[in-house]
């Protein structure tokens, strides 16, 4: 039998001595501490535990307020509340916080020995380890999908060119769900000091999440899946605002495009080369020695000049922004800074001093509101000559040394903390206070923010990419499983660098890098100073009409994308999503064979392969399933050898899919006015929530959109594209349909009763390659014979039956 843990080295919660209830909260004095039992809704409590007097009442995640009322039974052993969901059950000797099913199905709970204990400043949460049970999620973390049997710190640090196995990282997100027999639960670690999860390593007997110092604060969520819990963990941390249209086409970056004359061949390169593309991003060389807010004047003599010739061309521009201010009298941004003291101090009244690009610098303080407004101020002049992008890097915060002082204090809304508390938050901060400044400056055009560094609740405020990482084969895999993993923890825009930042990309590795980059939700190429030129056409001609192909693809799909970012921006849902989502408690998908593949959306399966690979084994989880090139149906539930040279990445359809789609054009500025609907044949019911808005503005947050829900009711031989809502006029005016995988005899259909034509046609996707060896003959494109049928587009319900 275990006994509770009270030592002069660590000590636990203790027995419980009393409680009650003040306004929507349970309270509870122990022999040792005091807890706080808040609900946010019928699936979603808070458990706050602490030895101070007062409970901290702060967070700069958590969006949401408690809004539930719950009823407390005071049993002899335990206090039980219970929800339309769930049970918690409180023991009293010693005080233990389990969850359990209406039925009593343990979900959770503390390990019986520990419970929450205190080891000096460090607070542990310790918890039972359930039969089988998985972990997934935590973030921007190295490593498998399943984390059972690793552990992690989150402590935001600058890893330059990281291994793959690498720890901590940029971005910190203490939020992970655990499986087990069924059932899935979540946890969100709300404490921003240094913190530690353990999934089982080195022991056999717990996990555990712990802290260098602060609250016990955590807050547990229970649904019927993960998709659930996931929203539950986004209505607590916010959604993301719709992004601009632009944002989702193709980026290209290198560090750096310099001079100007630079910039205009890259723009006009792409154009020539008809390889879509919508931004092109700046990176340090842009400033004048390294200083934010300022413009080489021998390298961007005009900058103003230089982005009306971009936007001429269909391009925006996105601009480095660091958080260091170059300690230089003169230097207007820096004499402002002092002028209105908006830098982070030491303890004694002194700015900190670090060294970065510019070289010795002060850095804001973006805890202090004062601060956030002087920020958007200095982006003014950005704005004034059309920059409607901005990237917040080096904000973990790096200096050279990689030791920023932990006695430094920030202003935490004028609760000050010092930099223990507060540098797993500073990125977050910045990227707020850049989103926030850059949405008031632009009057209603929604800006792009892009981060390196965040915490959980950053996907309010920007799309996070996975940092410096290096052009091999690794790491390329790795970056699918670092997206996967933030979608999975409510960053639905995120991506990596293409190609690779550190190092050359050979041929072979980029053509492969930028198949799969086309289906991740942040799309950008860039690589780093001193390295190969690596833009889509800098690796021979096949390597460009590979990176064409993909990158034409990518457009076609905006529809599709920009309607999944809809979706993430209602209910949380990532864009690029693990097979964990849909497919949770099927073991293979964990399977280390199997666990880069992932789902764009809900219908498009992509197997991410090494370039080095001409085949590769794909799992194709419960369902039907067709290849994208040639519709060659697969049966679910299979493992499948499939051809991957590097011209064809494994993709697959699912069964029932709806996938709207666009005709490829040069940037996301150029309006067509077809849209068609690629129908694959399934089993079961399905539907698509196909949405359109002016892709630039707010107005959509009133009601100018236009999102109509389109039905497949295979039983019924029916396909439906229900009334559009909204007020937003759409430019599509052609509907072509499109039928994969159905009866070759298809020859009749109806539209709203009418008959119509039905076309015996060619799909093809993917141009083929051109010849460019004496000895080799290109395999002819992938096509696939469909049905299809050509109508009017029209905001009126339209029902096609055959």
């Known amino acids: 039998m275990s006994r509770t843990i009270n030592s002069p080295l660590s000590k636990s919660l203790g027995s419980l001595a009393g409680w009650k209830q003040v306004a929507n909260a349970i309270v509870g004095e122990t022999s040792n501490g005091r807890f706080q039992i808040q609900f946010y809704n019928e699936g979603t409590t808070r458990i706050s535990i602490t030895q101070a007097d007062t409970f901290e009442d702060f967070s700069y995640s958590v969006v949401a307020s408690p809004a539930f009322n719950p009823v407390v039974t005071d049993n002899q052993d335990a206090l039980e509340v219970r929800t339309s969901k769930f049970i918690l059950r409180i023991s009293k000797n010693p005080v233990r916080f389990g969850f359990y099913t209406l039925d009593n199905q343990p979900i959770n709970e503390d390990d019986p020995g520990f419970g929450t204990s205190w080891n000096g400043e460090q607070v542990t949460t310790y918890k039972k380890i359930q039969a089988g049970e998985r972990f997934i999620g935590l973030g921007e973390k190295t490593g498998p999908l399943d984390r059972k049997g690793n552990g992690y710190q989150n402590w935001n640090t600058d890893n330059f060119a990281y291994s793959p196995g690498a720890d901590p990282l940029y971005c910190s997100i203490p939020f992970y769900m655990g499986v087990h027999n069924g059932l899935v639960y979540g946890i969100f670690f709300d404490n921003t000091h240094k913190s530690f999860f353990n999934f089982g390593a080195s022991n056999n007997r717990f996990t555990s999440f712990s802290a260098d110092a602060g609250e016990m604060n955590y807050y547990f969520m229970y649904g019927s899946s993960v998709a659930e819990i996931i929203q539950q963990y986004t209505h607590l941390t916010g959604r993301m605002e719709m992004p601009p249209l632009w944002s989702i086409g193709y980026q290209q970056c290198r560090y750096s495009y310099y001079p100007d004359k630079e910039v205009l061949t890259l723009a006009k390169t792409f154009r020539e080369k008809d390889i879509p593309a919508d931004t092109i991003v700046f990176d340090i060389h842009y400033m004048d020695q390294y200083k934010i807010f300022t413009w080489s004047q021998r390298d961007f003599s005009d900058p103003?000049?230089?982005?009306?010739?971009?936007?001429?061309?269909?391009?925006?521009?996105?601009?480095?922004?660091?958080?260091?201010?170059?300690?230089?009298?003169?230097?207007?941004?820096?004499?402002?800074?002092?002028?209105?003291?908006?830098?982070?101090?030491?303890?004694?009244?002194?700015?900190?001093?670090?060294?970065?690009?510019?070289?010795?610098?002060?850095?804001?303080?973006?805890?202090?509101?004062?601060?956030?407004?002087?920020?958007?101020?200095?982006?003014?002049?950005?704005?004034?000559?059309?920059?409607?992008?901005?990237?917040?890097?080096?904000?973990?915060?790096?200096?050279?040394?990689?030791?920023?002082?932990?006695?430094?204090?920030?202003?935490?809304?004028?609760?000050?903390?010092?930099?223990?508390?507060?540098?797993?938050?500073?990125?977050?901060?910045?990227?707020?206070?850049?989103?926030?400044?850059?949405?008031?400056?632009?009057?209603?055009?929604?800006?792009?923010?892009?981060?390196?560094?965040?915490?959980?609740?950053?996907?309010?405020?920007?799309?996070?990419?996975?940092?410096?990482?290096?052009?091999?084969?690794?790491?390329?895999?790795?970056?699918?499983?670092?997206?996967?993993?933030?979608?999975?923890?409510?960053?639905?825009?995120?991506?990596?660098?293409?190609?690779?930042?550190?190092?050359?990309?050979?041929?072979?590795?980029?053509?492969?890098?930028?198949?799969?980059?086309?289906?991740?939700?942040?799309?950008?190429?860039?690589?780093?100073?001193?390295?190969?030129?690596?833009?889509?056409?800098?690796?021979?001609?096949?390597?460009?009409?590979?990176?064409?192909?993909?990158?034409?693809?990518?457009?076609?799909?905006?529809?599709?994308?920009?309607?999944?970012?809809?979706?993430?921006?209602?209910?949380?849902?990532?864009?690029?999503?693990?097979?964990?989502?849909?497919y949770t408690h099927d073991w293979k998908i964990y399977d280390g064979q199997f666990h880069n593949q992932f789902l764009l959306g809900p219908s498009i399966l992509v197997a991410p392969a090494e370039s080095t690979k001409e085949f590769v084994k794909v799992y194709l989880p419960e369902g039907e399933w067709y290849s994208l090139y040639n519709g060659q149906k697969y049966p679910g539930q299979s493992e499948i050898i499939v051809e991957c040279p590097v011209h064809r990445l494994p993709v697959f359809i699912k069964g029932g899919a709806i996938i709207p789609m666009k005709p490829v054009l040069s940037n996301t500025k150029e309006v067509s006015d077809h849209l068609t609907l690629h129908l694959y044949a399934g089993k079961q019911d399905t539907s698509f929530e196909y949405y359109e808005d002016d892709g630039s503005t707010f107005q959509y947050q009133e009601g100018r959109f236009a999102k109509r829900l389109v039905e497949y009711r295979p039983h019924e031989r029916m396909f439906i594209l229900n009334a559009t809502e909204g007020t937003y006029v759409s430019p599509v005016r052609k509907l072509k349909i499109v039928w994969h995988g159905f009866d070759a005899t298809l020859a009749e259909a109806a539209v709203n009763g009418n008959p119509v034509a039905v076309n015996n046609d060619i799909n093809q996707f993917f141009a083929a390659l051109e010849k460019f060896d004496p000895f080799f003959d290109p395999e002819p494109a992938p096509r696939e014979n469909v049905h299809s049928v050509e109508i009017e587009y029209s905001t009126a319900a339209i029902t096609l039956q055959w």
């Open 304 to 582: 103003k000049e230089l982005l009306v010739q971009l936007q001429r061309m269909g391009f925006q521009v996105v601009v480095m922004c660091d958080p260091g201010i170059k300690v230089e009298e003169g230097y207007d941004t820096y004499d402002k800074g002092i002028r209105e003291d908006v830098f982070i101090k030491y303890q004694d009244g002194t700015n900190y001093t670090g060294q970065v690009w510019p070289g010795w610098c002060h850095f804001p303080d973006f805890t202090n509101p004062k601060t956030r407004m002087w920020w958007q101020k200095q982006f003014t002049d950005y704005v004034n000559i059309g920059v409607e992008g901005f990237w917040n890097d080096m904000n973990e915060i790096a200096t050279w040394g990689q030791m920023i002082p932990e006695n430094i204090e920030l202003d935490f809304e004028g609760n000050k903390a010092t930099m223990r508390r507060g540098r797993n938050l500073y990125g977050m901060q910045m990227a707020r206070s850049t989103y926030e400044g850059a949405k008031n400056l632009l009057k209603g055009k929604r800006p792009f923010n892009l981060t390196r560094s965040g915490f959980s609740g950053v996907q309010r405020y920007a799309a996070v990419w996975t940092g410096d990482n290096v052009a091999y084969d690794e790491h390329m895999l790795l970056g699918v499983r670092l997206v996967n993993s933030m979608g999975l923890s409510g960053i639905a825009f995120a991506g990596y660098d293409v190609g690779g930042f550190v190092g050359d990309a050979n041929s072979k590795l980029f053509a492969r890098w930028v198949s799969i980059g086309a289906f991740s939700p942040f799309f950008r190429g860039h690589s780093m100073i001193n390295s190969r030129d690596s833009e889509p056409w800098a690796y021979g001609e096949e390597v460009e009409q590979i990176s064409r192909n993909y990158i034409k693809f990518r457009y076609q799909l905006l529809p599709y994308l920009y309607s999944l970012f809809y979706d993430a921006s209602t209910t949380g849902m990532p864009v690029q999503r693990s097979l964990a989502i849909d």
